[in-house]
């Protein structure tokens, strides 16, 4: 099963977020609410109700202008994947947002027509050669010093 998202416009990058924290100990969560509550209508309309049940492979495509004006480097706009993820688990569209669940693929392309994100969501296998398990001893009990 595949679902395709799509959302109008840009979301805050990395740098509004700091600067947000900065100013006030409370307006980064006030920042992270109002980019994230329109996903989740968003994801809510374009899903119809369907849901991811198993391990799935999220791509995205940030489609950003770069000229004069809009100047982001890929880790300030990638940021916007945590409002993205979050967006997806609270609407239910994914189980969770960890490893266990999702493996996120995230891209940039240059449009400076139409800023723009374009989400797929596909289901696939968790890879049997790195299975995630619960948490492992980092060391032996012969190893240690």
């Known amino acids: 099963m595949k679902l395709v998202f799509k959302v109008d416009g840009r979301l805050p990058g990395l740098n509004e977020l700091i600067n947000e924290a900065r100013r006030n100990k ?10 994230q509550r329109p996903l989740e209508l968003v994801f809510r309309r374009q899903s119809c109700g369907r849901k991811v049940g198993k391990h799935a492979l999220v791509s995205v495509r940030f489609y950003e202008p770069f000229n004069k ?23 239910g ?32 296998e968790i890879s049997k050669a790195c299975p995630v398990e619960e948490k492992e001893p980092l060391l032996d009990d012969n190893t240690a010093a």
């Open 93 to 124: 569209v994914i189980a969770d947002d960890n490893p266990k669940y999702v493996h996120v693929k995230p891209e940039r392309i240059l449009d400076c027509e139409k800023p723009r994100i374009e989400i797929d969501i596909e289901e696939d």
């Open 26 to 35: 409370y307006s980064s969560a006030s920042l992270k609410k109002t980019a």
């Open 69 to 91: 004006k809009y100047r982001r480097d890929d880790d300030n706009i990638f940021a916007g994947l945590k409002f993205i993820m979050d967006a997806f688990t609270a609407v």
